[in-house]
């Protein structure tokens, strides 16, 4: 699971302004913040041998993240083409000279160019962060004029052409359906083909969980015959096509079922030529490995993407659980749901990362402490793991994270068969928490003029904190109740006692089920949610926080910050909530409004949130928390969520969990707080998402080089025009 920072601070104080309210969620500002990833300390002091396993495994890594264009809208591959066809002809200076001649003016092509990076960052025309879609901020017939007199217009007129004519009008359209992500009527989804409803999704989940196929690679295509009766395609990514090969797992999957009456066909072969790439490069970086760990979970990587097998990418997993403190860190894979609309399809993403030894210092001790911490959550011990499987935990500097954006931690693989028997890892991404996350006093909305200073001190820190907690003991904690194929249980049905009903258990997964399976499209933000509380309770604890090294007070100061950070990040998150569809667009936002609600509920003046007017005259808002009042009146009732979020998960409780996560989640206008009005306060105080510019690597001769470039637009875009040209096979 990733971990996206709360109530992110980003450059634009501007875009508010510039415009009806409606426009500015689609595009993205001028004067969008940029920052560059600094790993330079990092990569000095790599061997050579481990440079040239970071090398190839970022070229992995950076051809994978091109099924992310894939997975994400119809026009998302076209537009990526068009642009790289663009920039690799004419750099974005030359560009310029070019755009400007053909009378836009500099506000216009900036406007060109941070739509572009806005591509490259999230792989794609829709945020990573919202599921929103954005488009350029000029006129649409201006930048047709410069992509048709472009020098790539001149090199390779029909193409560039062609990818307008496909591209163009889709780039700019902002008719509802295809304002969001969504299934269906709701939004626009290529997971899914576009005839598909949530019905069908519900079916195929079903089907696959008879045939006990994840649906993490996997795309949904549906075809209505001539009578009207449906058909459907279930497409594993894999290398391998139709062509018969040598028989493997996958091999006896490949066929037509009928699955309640309805046909169902599992072919594979999705993303073939982008995972080929992969996989050249994955065998490369294998004569590298710097253990035979390493070397296993590279080639079960390769299985998997060649043959399409999930089984094979867990085997992979547990040689890359088994390889503790490597110098440098990656995986690679399907792996979060976050962006499936029914959140069981995963999302291509790779990094690769170096291991930065005084924070990992600080996880270990963390980690060393876990046992202990874990008796401090608020369920009973037959509702936690029956054994502890000590993780690694280490702080990263990324060098390359490809995929629609870059978390600020993760705690992986998310196989819950393995979380439950083999373990996990946890990272902390220390590099991208430097940048991403830095603070700006006047860029801070919704926050006490006394509370600002404070709060900038110690967001940093506090963060580092609540990170270490939520990969490590939220999402490293809890029991899954389990009957396998065999019908034994994997807790004792006679003696656990459900702690909210006081009865035995009722309910539990059953053979094949999964907790995204079964909580589908609640099942990301509720672990997030039950993640983030765990992180605010346990920093409570005095132990928790002189292993980073905060005492006295200090320490009340961080855990101060730590929670007004939370209870600010849930009404900044009424941005991410769509109240035409009365749906959440974000995991994590969700999640933090929901510990809002729970937070506002305990009453006592804990969380007071007021409706004012700014200085600019317009409508503002002002969150307040008593620190007085966190450990008697917060604790207590996060303590009460957090054991029903825990006991609804371990037994399966579908229903429950829904009636509780979804009662907390409903946003409505409804007094003291007025959530649908705030939300126009919030959309009109708004922060743009900072862009991240990533570094390269260049191999000439066997010596592997580190590009970096600067912290602008421009500078992003020519980072991506430095990747491998995967649409001429370029590769090294």
């Not at 949904?220 to 797992?249: I, N, T, W």
């Not at 009957?483 to 249980?489: I, L």
């Not at 809002?596 to 969150?623: F, Q, W």
Request: net charge negative.
């Amino acid at each position: 699971m990733g971990e996206p920072e709360a109530g992110s601070e980003f450059a634009n104080g501007a875009a508010a302004a510039a415009g009806p309210m409606a426009d500015t969620q689609y595009i993205l500002p001028n004067d969008i913040g940029v920052s560059s990833l600094d790993c330079r300390e990092a990569f000095r002091l790599l061997s050579p041998t481990e440079r040239l396993y970071a090398h190839h495994l970022s070229r992995a890594a950076w051809y994978g993240g091109l099924a992310v264009l894939l997975q994400t809208s119809p026009e998302a591959p076209y537009i990526y083409a068009l642009l790289s066809r663009l920039f690799r002809a004419q750099d974005p200076d030359q560009l310029r000279q070019h755009a400007l001649a053909e009378g836009l003016t500099e506000e216009e092509y900036q406007a060109f160019l941070v739509y572009a990076a806005g591509v490259y960052s999230n792989m794609g025309n829709y945020k990573s962060f919202g599921d929103t879609k954005f488009v350029p901020n000029l006129p649409k017939e201006k930048l047709e004029q410069v992509i048709l007199g472009s020098e790539a217009a001149q090199q390779h007129p029909e193409e560039v052409r062609g990818l307008w004519q496909t591209c163009g009008e889709l780039m700019f359209s902002l008719e509802p359906r295809l304002q969001h992500l969504g299934l269906g009527k709701e939004g626009i989804t290529t997971y899914f083909s576009g005839n598909c409803t949530m019905e069908d999704a519900k079916l195929a989940q079903d089907f696959l969980d008879s045939q006990n196929l994840s649906a993490y690679n996997t795309r949904l295509f549906k075809e209505v015959d001539g009578e009207g009766k449906p058909h459907y395609e279930v497409r594993l990514a894999s290398v391998l096509g139709s062509e018969p090969s040598l028989d493997s797992e996958m091999t006896s999957k490949l066929k037509s079922y009928e699955f309640r009456g309805s046909p169902f066909q599992v072919t594979r072969g999705d993303y073939a030529p982008i995972l080929q790439k992969v996989v050249e490069q994955l065998e490369k970086a294998k004569v590298y490995a710097a253990n035979s760990h390493q070397g296993q979970m590279l080639a079960h990587y390769i299985e998997s993407f060649t043959q399409g097998s999930i089984e094979a990418h867990k085997r992979g997993s547990r040689f890359w659980i088994q390889d503790k403190g490597p110098i440098v860190e990656s995986y690679i894979g399907f792996i979060e749901s976050y962006r499936d609309p029914f959140g069981s399809r995963g999302e291509f993403e790779g990094f690769v990362a170096v291991v930065n030894k005084a924070m990992s210092a600080k996880f270990e001790r963390l980690v060393a402490s876990a046992e202990q911490l874990l008796k401090e959550l608020p369920w009973p011990p037959a509702f936690e793991k029956d054994k502890f499987l000590t993780p690694d935990f280490t702080s990263l500097d990324v060098l390359t994270f490809a995929g629609s954006g870059i978390p600020a931690g993760i705690n992986i693989p998310n196989y819950d068969d393995l979380r439950q028997t083999e373990g996990f890892k946890n990272v902390s991404l220390g590099n991208v928490l430097a940048v991403a996350y830095a603070t700006q006093r006047e860029k801070l909305t919704f926050l006490e003029e006394d509370d600002k200073d404070l709060y900038i001190l110690w967001k940093g820190p506090s963060f580092d904190v609540q990170v270490g907690l939520h990969e490590l003991l939220g999402h490293g904690s809890g029991k899954l109740f389990v009957q396998d194929e065999k019908g034994a249980f994997n807790f004792d049905q006679e003696t656990v006692i459900n702690p909210e009903t006081g009865e035995q258990i009722q309910s539990w997964y059953r053979s094949g089920e999964t907790w995204d399976s079964k909580f589908s499209t609640i099942a990301s933000s509720y672990e997030e949610c039950r993640a983030e509380s765990v992180g605010l309770y346990l920093c409570l604890h005095p132990e928790v926080l002189e292993i980073f090294g905060f005492e006295g007070a200090d320490a009340e100061d961080v855990i101060y910050v730590n929670w007004l950070n939370m209870v600010r990040a849930g009404l900044l998150a009424l941005e991410f909530y769509t109240p035409e569809a009365s749906n959440w667009r974000q995991a994590h936002m969700q999640a933090r409004f929901v510990i809002l609600r729970v937070l506002l509920e305990a009453g006592e003046g804990l969380v007071t949130i007021t409706p004012t007017t700014g200085s600019d005259g317009r409508p503002d808002a002002r969150v307040r928390l008593d620190r007085s009042k966190i450990r008697s009146v917060g604790k207590p009732a996060l303590e009460r969520f957090l054991r029903r979020l825990q006991v609804l998960k371990s037994t399966g409780d579908v229903a429950g969990g829904r009636a509780l996560y979804e009662g907390y989640a409903a946003v409505t206008d409804a007094p003291p707080e007025c959530f649908l009005t705030l939300r126009d306060t919030v959309l009109l105080r708004k922060e743009s998402r900072k862009l991240i510019v990533q570094p390269n690597t260049r191999l000439e001769d066997s010596d592997v080089q580190l590009l970096e470039y600067e912290a602008s637009a421009a500078g992003l875009i020519r980072s991506f025009c430095e990747h491998p040209d995967a649409w001429k096979g370029g590769s090294d």
